[in-house]
C-alpha cells in the first residue's frame, strides 16, 4: 500500500503560520486528486484543499486566502501552507492521495483507490 506520511503539525499561537508536509513512497505515475483533509474533535472529516494532477487547486471557503496546498514532485511531498491560523482551525489534518498508481521500491506498478497517511495535529488555542 502507498505510505504517505504527514510531518509539520504542532502547537501556534492564532495568527501564526505552519507548514505541513506529507511524503510517499515509490513514484507517482498518475493520480486524480491529492490532498489534505481535517478532522476536528466530534466533527467529521472535512476536505481542506486538493489539488490534481494537472494543478488545480480548491480550497474550503474557511481556508481560501489563508491556505495554500502545493506539490513538489521531484521531492515526492506534498504541503499545505497555513497563515493566520485560527482556532477552529484545531484538527488532525490528513493528507490524501485518490486513485494513486505507483511503481512500488522493487519496481511493482500498483493502483490504489484511496492512500491516506496517519494524521498529524494542528493546535490553535483560543
Known amino acids: 500500500q502507498l505510505r504517505l506520511v504527514e510531518s509539520g503539525g504542532g502547537l501556534v499561537q492564532p495568527g501564526g503560520s505552519l507548514r505541513l508536509s506529507c511524503s510517499h513512497s515509490?513514484?507517482?505515475?498518475?493520480?486524480?486528486?491529492m490532498g489534505w483533509y481535517r478532522q476536528a474533535s466530534g466533527k467529521e472529516r472535512e476536505l481542506v484543499a486538493e489539488i490534481s494532477s494537472g494543478g488545480t487547486t480548491n480550497y474550503v471557503d474557511s481556508v481560501k486566502g489563508r491556505f495554500t496546498i502545493s506539490r513538489d514532485s521531484a521531492k515526492n511531498t506534498m504541503y499545505l501552507q497555513m497563515s493566520a491560523l485560527k482556532s477552529e482551525d484545531t484538527a488532525v489534518y490528513y493528507c490524501?492521495?485518490?486513485?494513486?498508481?505507483?511503481?512500488?521500491?522493487?519496481?511493482?506498478?500498483?493502483?490504489?483507490?484511496?492512500?491516506w497517511g496517519q494524521g498529524t495535529q494542528v493546535t490553535v488555542p483560543s
Open positions: 515509490g513514484t507517482i505515475i498518475n493520480f486524480n486528486t
Open positions: 490524501n492521495m485518490n486513485k494513486p498508481t505507483y511503481r512500488t521500491d522493487w519496481g511493482n506498478i500498483v493502483a490504489e483507490a484511496d492512500s
